[in-house]
């Protein structure tokens, strides 16, 4: 059997082209354009490439950035500072601090000094917290799983429960995965480097999402046939025939996994654009939120 192939790339393109149509009316309507604020302290390559991917998506889809850069050596205050500047800034709905930051800043001071309402990435705590809660919402949710959601929902995954498995522990992928799955009414598995015998874990998932940066770790023998496979992993690996001398996998090993799972999403083309797509959706969320916080205000 070969599985069906998620497209991560066109459900993006559907996501982004809502979001564009959604900015168009309200600024038709009069309603300010929403704005994203990045924030990028260091020089890592690749946090460079990813915000010049957010600012360019951004700005395709009528929403205005305002790209921050600070140098390697920053402080914890400067960093704090100019989140606190962005939180007072009206032009800007949404606050985007780039991970991992530089070492000796405390990244947890930092995303607990984004305003509630404008953090677009869902790593505030108090938004982190009502994620991890029954019978809350947080404001947002993070960009990564909630695409990985998107991906599943669109592929026709039934949650109510499933067995779901999510490899990898990350604040950013794994953890949130996780209880996104469990609000879902998924029986949920989070599994990780310490886990004892990882391929019979993975084996009982009707949905495995691989998220442990890994390249090619998930192999044929560890997916149950039929299941729903989302690969959140971007790893390099070398490859003599390309002229870079490297090609980029995923945590599963895609050529052997794709005949037994029933659908899975391919590296690259597959969650990497959905991750930008939800952050174009949450900075419209942002400004929407920053409207009803408008009208409340006129009306008290
Ligand atoms: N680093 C890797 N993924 C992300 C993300 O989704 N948001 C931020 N801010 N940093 C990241």
Redesign the pocket.
């Known amino acids: 059997m070969t599985a069906h192939l998620i497209d991560g790339a066109a459900i993006a393109a559907k996501v982004r082209a809502e979001v564009a149509g959604l900015v168009a009316q309200r600024v038709a309507a009069g309603k300010s354009i929403p704005g994203l604020a990045t924030v990028l302290v260091g020089d890592n390559a690749a946090s460079q490439t990813?915000v010049r991917s957010k600012r360019k998506a951004s700005a395709e889809v009528g929403i205005e950035s305002f790209g921050h850069e600070l140098s390697k050596t920053a402080t914890q205050r400067e960093v704090e500072e100019l989140v606190v500047q962005l939180n007072a800034d009206r032009r800007v709905h949404g606050i985007?601090?780039?991970?991992?930051l530089p070492g000796g800043l405390d990244e947890e001071k930092v995303l607990a000094a984004i305003s509630l309402e404008k953090d677009v990435?869902g790593?505030h705590p108090i938004n982190v917290g009502r994620l991890a809660m029954k019978g809350r919402r947080p404001l947002f949710v993070?960009?990564?799983p909630a695409g990985c959601l998107v991906l599943l929902e669109e592929a026709g995954a039934q949650f109510r429960g499933a067995q779901a498995v999510v490899l990898g522990r990350s604040n950013?992928v794994g953890l949130p995965a996780a209880m996104l799955l469990l609000h879902r009414d998924a029986t949920v598995t989070i599994c990780h480097s310490r886990s004892r015998d990882l391929p019979a874990i993975c084996r009982s998932a009707d949905i495995l999402i691989a998220a442990v940066g890994r390249a090619q770790m998930v192999r044929a023998d560890w997916v149950k046939p039929g299941a729903f496979v989302i690969d959140v992993g971007i790893n390099r690996i070398e490859d003599a025939a390309r002229k870079s001398g490297y090609r980029l996998v995923g945590d599963v090993a895609f050529d052997e996994v794709k005949e037994v799972a029933g659908a899975i999403t391919p590296v690259p083309g597959g969650v990497g654009p959905m991750?930008i797509a939800m952050l174009l959706r949450n900075t419209l969320r942002g400004a929407e939120l920053a409207d009803e916080r408008a009208v409340a205000l006129a009306a008290s």
């Open positions: 990813y985007l601090v780039q991970l991992p990435d790593f993070p960009c990564t950013i991750t």
